[in-house]
């Protein structure tokens, strides 16, 4: 399965665990000049702006490592374009998170 494929799946499945924690998905795939976020979602007055990473195995290490510091800071000034785009429309958030979401779809082999 190519990467892209991959990913998308990954940002599915981090869209139903999410929705089954009660957020509610407010914009995947968010781009603007500044960056781009995975998945946005509320839940109350939280707003988290999600980075979702995929991998088929950990072999090398978790998913949440390959966020450096350059893509939290591609992540956190699309963040501002978003809630300047919701500001105009009346919404602010009470709090805002920026999360990674780790999905790993590990094949073990001869496991038993």
Same mark, same amino acid.
């Given at each position: 399965?190519?990467?892209?494929?991959?990913? +998308?799946?990954?940002?599915?499945?981090?869209? $139903?665990?999410? +929705? =089954?924690?009660? !957020? %509610?998905?407010? %914009?995947?795939?968010?781009? @603007?000049?500044?960056?781009?976020?995975? /998945? &946005?979602?509320?839940?109350? =007055?939280?707003?988290? !702006? /999600? $980075?979702?990473? #995929? +991998? %088929?195995?950990?072999?090398?290490? +978790?998913? @949440? $490592?390959?966020?450096?510091?350059?893509? %939290?800071?591609?992540?956190?000034?699309?963040?501002? @374009?978003?809630?300047?785009?919701?500001?105009?429309?009346?919404?602010?958030?009470?709090?805002? =998170? *920026?999360?990674?979401? $780790? &999905? #790993?779809?590990?094949?073990? #082999?001869?496991? *038993?």
């Amino acid at each position: 399965m190519d990467n892209i494929k991959l990913g +998308r799946i990954g940002e599915e499945t981090a869209a $139903e665990i999410l +929705r =089954s924690k009660g !957020f %509610q998905i407010l %914009q995947k795939n968010y781009k @603007c000049s500044m960056g781009e976020v995975d /998945i &946005i979602a509320a839940k109350g =007055s939280l707003i988290s !702006f /999600i $980075e979702v990473k #995929t +991998r %088929q195995s950990r072999a090398y290490g +978790r998913p @949440c $490592e390959s966020v450096g510091k350059d893509k %939290q800071k591609h992540i956190k000034n699309a963040a501002v @374009c978003y809630l300047k785009e919701m500001e105009k429309k009346g919404y602010v958030p009470g709090r805002v =998170s *920026f999360d990674v979401m $780790e &999905i #790993t779809a590990e094949h073990i #082999t001869a496991a *038993f």
